[in-house]
């Protein structure tokens, strides 16, 4: 009984953190923006602007809720939740600390991949069903780009499942003691947040909602909290991969003097400035120059690294 | 053998076909030339010499039927200009073709230049004269349900001069479904040999076109097949307007032509009327001409910049060029109390002398922008992703360069040195110490190189004129100076008539024909005046370097990505204002 609570209770607070966080970047990432760009950014709501997430909570939520008569209407309407619930659910595999963890999966590692594969729908569909020119092309650019990135992600990741001996993300973690994955493992690490970019298409990988080719993509038709969803889903994608950098590479909660689940949530900010960081510097490929990327690039650097680190293992006996 | 008179050569070679040479005040050789062998004698100066006439620099029409002052002039209702440019000679001539009947009709030119497509469509839609041969000659600046040619001399000028305008039901629907796209009318074909086409509307309102553009796309996946664009959504109608301004008043509307360029608009409209009155500005006008003007050309390219980072994706580059635009802004505002628009030039001088401390604000900024321009270096055109975007996208060679009219930077990019203040040299740029930057491949890139060492070198020159800011008066002592200077005026009586005369009628500029052509910050910016002896001219053609260097892109874009038609959008450097006036 008492475990169920706490269970319960977990889940609450790990599905309030991401979802507080993910609001909370809207405003981090305007601020940092207008940081790296000379400018302010919002600074009227509340101190530092802060409650600019509230304003804009209101403002979505008070807005008309529109379906365009030209949309197919159950599809359009689901594709927003699915990308929210699959990215949601691989938090609950996340170790923040040694005992929080909402369930310890021994196929964790598994369970985030397939999860993040059928995020690929949700964009996919919503593209689809808006029955418009813009998100069509928007819906395709999402189909074929993150279906190539999903297939290094994996491979990029064989490597800390051989080093680890395990799919569990915390076992992941423990095997980290001593020496963490990011230097054994540095081409997967590289594969595997170029890959996490592309996953959570922002940018320079946001093809599917390029501004300034497509107007906003797949969601050109969304308004009000349908876009919203959307919205949200980016942030905490972006939290979600930073959050498995940390886990996979990063030695998870590891780190002396401090609190556990402090140096998760520390170094897990890191990567989010960093993603952030990106959005700020970098132009944006073309469509077929991304494909090449991923498949003569990506592609070879992740099998050599599988060849290497099994060759290194198994020398090692 | 390129210095014989070309004149002289026409009559030798085509004899009764050329009836008549027209003197200008520009002293650009116009020839009267017989409808009938109107084809072949352009055939002739495109092709048949040596270093030919291989620019159609402008095409044009003037409606003669109200004009005055035409002795020595053939009979004609309609003439079509022809203007071209010879960069071999550096030398341009005008072929005017008279034509009778109230809806006259040429022989197209779009066999013998590409360009001549939209120049003839812009006269069809204005004047009403039909070409023949032409393969779509339909409206091009008006919408299509228009009725009437506005540029004809019954069309009215004033909306108070037709009925309310209104739009019931019924119009509207009307004016939309003439606005359908209907690939079949433009010769598309629906269907490949194994693939549907997709037909995008990218505009008129995206944000990659920078302004109303529409581009209709013929897509097969994201390629794209064929496009159409389709113009006019900024037409304001500022040749019209030229019609009734007097010559003083025009200057605001030749501002708003390319809302970037500010002053820089001014210039060709000021020497055209200055050529056209016989007056020369005081050296200390043309000084503080030339270095507003490339403060302008400098805050020009720092939109293009910061815009064109943008459209290949990069998001913070737009923000620090436009920071920089701000300070020469505020050197701009100090001297002529304006920003984007001051219209600050004078016929005959400008209109104030410049302020204390000016020279302060402009020897910061030559100390300010230098490093920042070598950081955007690394930041933007070092960038891999941006080359890998940009490199060998929207190529033309020289040769397609000249066949379309382009000029400016884009033209220069081709390898080809031509810089109107160099092989023209106007306003005291002869005195001026600077290069002409060049590339070689003419593809996105390297328009972007082009425009970047041209920032720096317009501070070369603005360097100079600080150095060197002559003293003296800033206006002329001209009569048709305008405003007219005011010291003098309460002193004798005469001057204070022709001030009184030309503050409220505005000054009557003696009747003739005047061209004048500088280099814009996007191309070649020119004014084709006619004036009748009148207070306001009779035709007022401005020639623009966007329309020219825009009708290219469905040329160039062929076979591309819609990624790559915005990033070749982007290294156009176009503003709409200035494609549809």
Not at chain 1, 27 to 45: F, I, K, S
Not at chain 2, 163 to 176: D, I, K, S
Not at chain 2, 318 to 346: K, L, N
């Amino acid at each position: 009984m008492n475990e169920t609570i706490m269970r319960l209770l977990m889940i609450a607070v790990v599905l309030g953190g991401a979802l507080f966080i993910a609001s909370g970047l809207i405003w981090l990432e305007r601020r940092l923006l207008g940081l790296w760009q000379d400018r302010y950014g919002p600074n009227r709501v509340g101190p530092f602007g802060t409650f600019q997430v509230v304003a804009d909570m209101i403002k979505v939520f008070t807005k008309e809720d529109w379906v365009p008569p030209f949309a197919d209407k159950a599809v359009f309407v689901l594709a927003p939740a699915v990308i929210v619930a699959t990215i949601l659910m691989p938090f609950a595999v996340i170790p923040f600390a040694p005992a929080m963890q909402v369930i310890n999966l021994n196929v964790g590692l598994l369970f985030f991949l397939a999860m993040s594969a059928l995020g690929v729908y949700s964009v996919t569909l919503a593209g689809w069903s808006s029955a418009s020119k813009y998100s069509l092309l928007g819906g395709l650019r999402a189909a074929a780009q993150m279906l190539s990135y999903e297939v290094f992600m994996g491979l990029s990741l064989v490597g800390v499942v051989l080093l680890s001996g395990s799919f569990s993300l915390g076992r992941i973690v423990e095997a980290q003691q001593g020496l963490w994955f990011c230097i054994p493992q540095f081409f997967g690490l590289v594969v595997f947040v170029i890959a996490g970019v592309a996953e959570t298409h922002r940018l320079p990988f946001d093809l599917p909602e390029a501004e300034s080719e497509l107007v906003a993509g797949f969601h050109s038709e969304y308004s009000g909290m349908k876009f919203g969803m959307f919205f949200v889903g980016e942030y905490l994608g972006v939290t979600l991969v930073s959050a498995m950098i940390t886990t996979l590479f990063f030695g998870g909660w590891m780190g002396p003097l401090l609190p556990p689940v402090v140096w998760f949530l520390l170094k897990t900010f890191f990567f989010i400035c960093f993603f952030i960081l990106l959005r700020a510097s970098l132009p944006r490929p073309r469509y077929d120059q991304l494909m090449a990327l991923g498949w003569k690039v990506m592609l070879p650097l992740s099998l050599m690294n599988i060849v290497i680190t099994g060759g290194i293992l198994l020398a090692r006996g | 053998m390129v210095e014989t008179n070309i004149a002289d050569e026409l009559k030798r070679v085509f004899a009764e076909g050329v009836i008549a040479c027209q003197q200008t005040a520009d002293n650009v050789p116009t020839l009267w030339i017989d409808p009938e062998r109107a084809v072949d004698v352009l055939r002739y100066l495109r092709s048949g010499i040596e270093s030919p006439y291989a620019m159609l620099f402008d095409l044009t029409a003037v409606d003669e039927r109200d004009r005055t002052h035409r002795s020595g002039l053939p009979d004609a209702d309609f003439t079509v200009v022809y203007h071209l440019l010879s960069p071999g000679r550096n030398k341009d001539i005008r072929i005017k073709t008279g034509l009778r009947g109230d809806y006259p009709s040429a022989r197209s030119m779009t066999g013998i230049w590409p360009n001549a497509d939209w120049y003839e469509r812009e006269a069809w839609d204005m004047f009403g004269i039909t070409f023949e041969g032409h393969p779509h000659l339909r409206r091009i600046l008006m919408p299509p349900s228009w009725e009437g040619h506005p540029l004809r001399k019954e069309h009215p000028a004033r909306a108070t001069e037709i009925g309310p305008f209104r739009l019931p039901a019924v119009r509207e629907e009307e004016e939309q479904g003439a606005l359908r796209f209907r690939p079949e009318e433009w010769g598309m074909k629906r269907h490949g040999e194994d693939t549907d086409f997709m037909f995008l509307n990218l505009g008129p309102q995206h944000p990659g076109t920078h302004g109303l553009l529409r581009i209709i796309l013929e897509l097969d996946g994201e390629e794209i097949v064929d496009s159409v664009l389709d113009i006019g959504y900024h037409h304001r109608a500022a040749e019209k307007m030229a019609e009734r301004q007097s010559w003083h008043t025009f200057i605001p509307y030749t501002d708003r032509i390319d809302y970037l360029g500010g002053v820089l608009n001014n210039l060709p409209y000021v020497l055209a009327v200055e050529q056209l009155a016989g007056i020369t500005a005081p050296e200390k006008a043309m000084v503080i001409r030339v270095m507003m003007c490339e403060l302008f050309r400098i805050a020009s390219h720092l939109v293009w910049y910061g815009t064109f980072a943008q459209d290949v994706g990069a998001l913070s580059p737009v923000f620090y060029m436009f920071t920089d635009r701000e300070r020469v802004f505020q050197i701009i505002e100090a001297v002529c109390g304006g920003r984007m628009h001051p219209s600050w030039f004078r016929i005959g001088g400008v209109a104030h002398d410049l302020p204390r401390g000016w020279d302060r604000l402009v020897r910061e900024f030559l100390d300010y922008l230098p490093p920042r321009l070598d950081e955007y270096d690394g930041m933007v055109m070092k960038n891999s992703i941006l080359r890998a975007r940009t490199k060998g996208i929207g190529r033309y060679t020289l040769q397609e360069a000249v066949d379309w009219g382009v000029t400016g930077p884009g033209l220069r990019a081709c390898g080809l040195e031509w810089d109107f203040r160099k092989k023209r040299p106007y306003s005291g740029y002869e005195l001026f110490e600077f290069d002409i930057p060049t590339a070689v491949h003419g593809d996105c890139y390297d328009r972007g190189l082009v425009r970047i060492e041209e920032m720096r070198q317009s501070l070369r020159i603005i360097e100079q004129c600080l150095k060197n800011m002559p003293e003296g008066p800033y206006k002329s002592d001209h009569p048709l100076a305008t405003p007219p200077r005011k010291e003098r005026t309460m002193h004798d009586i005469e001057t204070l008539i022709t001030h009184f005369l030309n503050v409220s009628l505005g000054p009557v500029m003696p009747a003739g024909e005047s061209f004048f052509g500088i280099e814009a910050a996007k191309g070649c910016n020119g004014y084709y005046l006619i004036s009748d002896g009148g207070t306001a001219s009779y035709r007022t053609r401005i020639r623009t370097p966007s329309f020219s260097h825009l009708q290219m892109v469905p040329h160039i874009s062929r076979g591309l990505m819609i990624p790559d038609l915005i990033a070749i959008l982007g290294s156009i450097d176009f503003v709409l204002a200035d494609v549809d006036r």
